[in-house]
């Protein structure tokens, strides 16, 4: 069984930062592209920002020059850094994957189980 554990929200002023974690734990072999989602309740989920197993990156337009995405390999992890931080911010953040859990092949696409940033004086 894949897990995504994702750890790093929390309460922060307008204009803090904050760096959310995406750990894979359990039967990984291999992680293809990850991602970053925001929802907020009885929302669909938006992404973020993406990053492929090579390191090429993808924003929306709300997060470029703010945020950045990146991974450890090694670890299986995946990073958002979040600077200059809005009211607008706020949302349950979701992290997502592309699992290889063998050589074989098999694949899941897994979802963590979110984190919530409150950006908020």
């Known amino acids: 069984q894949v897990q995504l554990v994702e750890s790093g929200g929390g309460l922060v002023e307008p204009g803090g930062s904050l760096r959310l974690s995406c750990a894979a734990t359990?039967?990984?072999?291999?992680?293809?592209?990850m991602g970053w989602y925001r929802q907020a309740p009885g929302e669909q989920r938006e992404l973020v920002a993406i990053?492929?197993?090579?390191?090429?990156?993808n924003y929306v337009d709300s997060a470029k020059g703010r945020f950045t995405i990146s991974r450890d390999n090694g670890k299986n992890t995946m990073y958002l850094q979040m600077n200059s931080l809005k009211p607008e911010d706020t949302d349950v953040y979701l992290c997502?994957?592309?699992?290889?859990?063998?050589?074989?092949?098999?694949?899941?696409?897994?979802w963590g189980q979110g984190t919530l940033v409150t950006v908020s004086s």
């Open positions: 997502n994957a592309g699992i290889f859990t063998s050589p074989r092949g098999d694949y899941v696409d897994v």
């Open positions: 359990g039967s990984v072999y291999s992680i293809n592209d």
């Open positions: 990053i492929s197993v090579y390191g090429k990156t």
